[in-house]
């Protein structure tokens, strides 16, 4: 596949673990740019990630004055991937829950589908090295979304890949979620516009550093635009 790609990540206080990831990413494809996103991460990430861009010329780095969502920080990254001319964008986390090594198994898809969703729940050993908590959170999101938007897919999950080049730029400006809302509701969109969308089997990796960002609020804000989504669909 000799489509333009571009690698999106966004990062919050992920200082331990950018640059292992970074070199990891290209040491399975040296042929992919990379763009992270910091939002004035605290303990430094963004000022490692500019260090490590000074020596790669395919290396970007955004940087924003404040925390302002997981959702927020995907929409902007896709955004400029649209601007850029990328024709494939693959998403995936800071934390290494999202292992590179799977990267060449979206790529292999990519001629086939639109959007390619890494699921957790193929594999038996699909949630990794998650928390208790947050499996049963996992389950019982995938069972809601399953349940009652009729997405057969892992819709919470971040590590995807959008052929850029067949998905409508426009459609991306129907997300309202700025949370981690935006995963499952870009599918529910994406789905209703009848793009093809396929899974591969994940394992989710374990974070080497740091704690997870997702907070209360972002529950309770997921909930909301769930039930938001479901009144669109059925009344």
């Known amino acids: 596949m000799n489509k333009k790609t571009l ?3 966004p990062t919050y206080n992920e200082a331990g673990n950018v640059s292992k990831l970074y070199h990891h990413i ?9 763009l992270f996103l910091d939002d004035d991460s605290p303990d430094g990430t963004g000022k490692i990630l500019d260090d490590l861009a000074v020596n790669d010329e395919n290396l970007f780095v955004i940087h924003r004055k404040e925390k302002l ?5 995907h929409k902007e990254g896709i955004y400029w991937a649209y601007d850029k001319g990328y024709e494939i964008l693959i998403t995936m986390d800071s934390d290494y ?7 060449p198994s979206f790529l292999d898809l990519a001629n086939s589908f639109d959007v390619i969703v890494g699921t957790r729940f193929i594999r038996n050993d699909g949630m990794g090295e998650l928390p208790l908590l947050r499996k049963i959170l996992s389950l019982i999101a995938h069972f809601m979304t399953k349940s009652f938007l009729k997405l057969p897919f892992d819709c919470t999950n971040g590590y995807r890949l959008y052929r850029l080049d067949n998905i409508p730029k426009d459609l991306f ?5 700025h949370s981690y809302s935006f995963f499952f ?12 969308i396929e899974e591969i089997a994940i394992k989710l990796g374990g974070r080497f550093y740091g704690d997870s960002n997702m907070s209360m ?4 804000l997921s ?3 769930l039930i938001k989504l479901v009144k669109e669909k059925y009344l």
């Open 7 to 9: 690698i999106f990540i």
């Open 223 to 225: 909930i909301k635009m």
């Open 26 to 34: 290209k040491k399975v494809n040296q042929n992919l740019d990379i």
């Open 69 to 73: 969502g997981i959702g927020s920080a």
């Open 185 to 196: 509701e870009s599918l529910f969109i994406i789905h209703n516009r009848k793009l093809r």
């Open 173 to 177: 400006a129907e997300i309202k979620s």
């Open 97 to 103: 829950s999202h292992s590179p090594e799977d990267i």
């Open 217 to 220: 609020t972002d529950s309770l």
